[in-house]
């Protein structure tokens, strides 16, 4: 069974300070790591890809890959109140295109 | 630009009842997937398209649920004689063929919300 594991929150942060999110993924052969906000009722919006271990940045997200540990995580710096979501992190498994299997997500709240 | 689009936006039905969802995926784009996202719950893998075939059907939950997709675009899932634990969002994604070892990120539509009465 292949599964990614979140802490479901709430996490609470203060506007303006780093959030920071974590996922564990249980199988060492996994391929692929996305990150998706969900606001309440809509649909997931992808936010960061990575491949291959150690960081990567884009404007305010920084996308963490440490695959010996088996583990993904993404910072979110500089908390805005519309951060507030669900951040799901989801994991291939096979290379090419295959299902994304999901956490279950933490729900982010940044109060101003 | 045009992104994956899916419809009905909200179904409500009767128990007993066959429904059918539609995705329309985003231009040029081969690989096509239906999940669902039950209340509370993350979302669950149901079947997976790349162009007209599908290579996995692993996650339909019973033989209630079928899925086709014509001329490498329109997918549409079926739902035949509903039961009330197949009430959730059914979000479809699609995505760019793979061209390596790397998966191609998979980008959703805005998700048909199916209420079975």
């Known amino acids: 069974q292949k599964e990614v594991e979140q802490n479901s929150g709430p996490l609470s942060v203060p506007e303006g300070a780093i959030a920071s999110l974590n996922c564990t993924y249980s199988?060492?052969?996994?391929?692929?790591f996305f990150w998706y906000r969900q606001y309440s009722g809509k649909s997931p919006e992808l936010i960061m890809s990575?491949?291959?271990?150690g960081d990567k940045e884009d404007g305010r997200f920084t996308a963490q890959l440490n695959k010996a540990s088996q583990y993904v995580s993404l910072l979110i710096r500089d908390s805005q109140p519309s951060d507030s979501a669900t951040y799901l992190c989801?994991?291939?498994?096979?290379?090419?295109?295959?299902?994304?299997?999901f956490g279950k997500g933490t729900r982010l709240s940044v109060i101003a | 630009g045009a992104g994956v689009s899916q419809s009905p936006s909200n179904k409500v039905t009767e128990k007993g009842k066959d429904v059918e969802l539609r995705c329309d995926p985003i231009?040029?784009?081969?690989?096509l997937y239906w999940y669902r996202q039950s209340l509370g719950q993350g979302l669950e893998f149901l079947i997976y398209?790349?162009?007209?075939?599908?290579?996995?059907k692993s996650g339909l939950p019973s033989d209630r649920f079928s899925a086709e997709r014509t001329g490498g675009s329109v997918s549409t899932l079926t739902i035949q004689r509903t039961q009330q634990e197949d009430s959730a969002v059914y979000l479809c994604?699609?995505?760019?063929?793979?061209?390596?070892?790397?998966?191609?990120?998979?980008?959703f539509g805005d998700g048909t919300r199916l209420s079975i009465l």
């Open positions: 199988d060492r052969g996994s391929q692929s």
């Open positions: 398209f790349q162009g007209n075939s599908a290579p996995d």
């Open positions: 231009s040029g784009h081969t690989a």
């Open positions: 989801a994991v291939t498994y096979i290379s090419g295109n295959t299902p994304l299997v």
């Open positions: 990575i491949y291959s271990n």
């Open positions: 994604a699609s995505s760019l063929t793979a061209r390596d070892s790397s998966n191609q990120p998979q980008h």
